[in-house]
């Protein structure tokens, strides 16, 4: 398995501001992603975290609003810009770890709890 | 279009009593499966999984999920609840075509009661 932790835990910001979370693994992991949970709904996913190249971001998610980095094997950050309170969510990262087609699985982080005022 | 579907928002249960908690899924081609919990405040724990072979699958903490094809059902189930189960189970479905894309459920609470 693999153990994941994120930064901040959560945070309560200002419209109009920008908040940058951390997400670091303990091991290297090829794949990551981002996925967010708005409040009493299910998981989406953001946008898929490449190393040492631009995220693919999923339908209805773009770069300028969900500027990812992703400069190791180890860790991604996600920021969320110029924030309404519709991005009030959580955000998790995610790995997927792949040997063999029986251990391929994905793996979820704590999550952030944003909240915009 | 795949997706999952979980028809039951809430599930209540007394302690020790069997729990059931379903999932139906739509896929195009061989389903890849997963169920996850996910506590309050917290993130999503991987419980178990199916991708092929036994449809009965064991997994964390006694839960156990039986795959069926011709129901295209994937039900949680664990024998004995405790009230330590009480959480949010999230069905999910990994994209035929793209592995790295998953499609969850809208989720479905547990309740044990004591």
């Known amino acids: 398995s693999a153990v994941i932790s994120q930064k901040p835990s959560r945070d309560i910001c200002q419209r109009g501001t920008s908040l940058t979370i951390q997400c670091q693994v303990d091991?290297?992991?090829?794949?990551m992603f981002w996925y967010r949970q708005q409040p009493g709904q299910s998981l989406t996913l953001i946008a898929t975290a490449n190393q040492g190249s631009e995220a693919t971001y999923e339908s209805g998610f773009v770069i300028d609003k969900f500027p990812i980095s992703r400069p190791n094997l180890t860790f991604s950050t996600l920021t969320v810009s110029n924030m309404s309170p519709e991005d009030s969510s959580i955000y998790l990262c995610s790995v997927r770890l792949f040997r063999t087609a029986n251990t391929d699985t994905q793996y979820f982080g704590p999550g952030t709890r944003l909240t915009v005022l | 279009a795949q997706s999952v579907a979980q028809p039951e928002d809430q599930v209540n249960v007394a302690e020790g009593n069997p729990l059931t908690v379903k999932c139906t899924y739509s896929v195009s081609g061989n389903p890849y499966l997963f169920w996850y919990v996910q506590y309050p405040n917290r993130g999503l724990q991987f419980l178990l999984k199916y991708i092929t072979g036994d449809n009965l699958v064991k997994g964390s903490y006694g839960f156990e999920a039986e795959f069926n094809k011709s129901q295209t059902s994937f039900h949680l189930k664990k024998p004995s609840a405790l009230v330590s189960d009480s959480a949010l189970y999230f069905c999910a479905v990994r994209d035929t075509y793209n592995f790295n894309k998953f499609y969850f459920g809208s989720g479905t609470k547990l309740n044990v009661k004591p």
């Open positions: 091991s290297q992991v090829t794949m």
